[in-house]
């Protein structure tokens, strides 16, 4: 059973990689990977890094596109 104190802190961990990563998409424009390609690139287990990648994507933030890479959507309405 995880306490409540360390589902915070997990929560701060989750959120403080979204910001990271978000700020890695801003600063590499046409940036593209997969869940498989951007959890090697940061360092990142899959499931964690697809949970970070479906929180942006939520936000509308990326894009996936049909090859399963997700981009930043600049604006754009992401489908």
Known sequence: M???GGAQAVEAV???LV???REEFEE???LRLTVREAA???GLDE???GQVLAQLLAT???ARGGD???RQTYGERAL
């Open 2 to 4: 995880i306490a409540v």
């Open 14 to 16: 989750l959120v403080n």
């Open 19 to 21: 910001q990271r990563i």
């Open 28 to 30: 590499a424009p046409g």
């Open 40 to 42: 090697r690139f940061w």
């Open 47 to 49: 499931e964690t890094c």
């Open 60 to 62: 509308g933030f990326l």
């Open 68 to 70: 399963g890479r997700y």
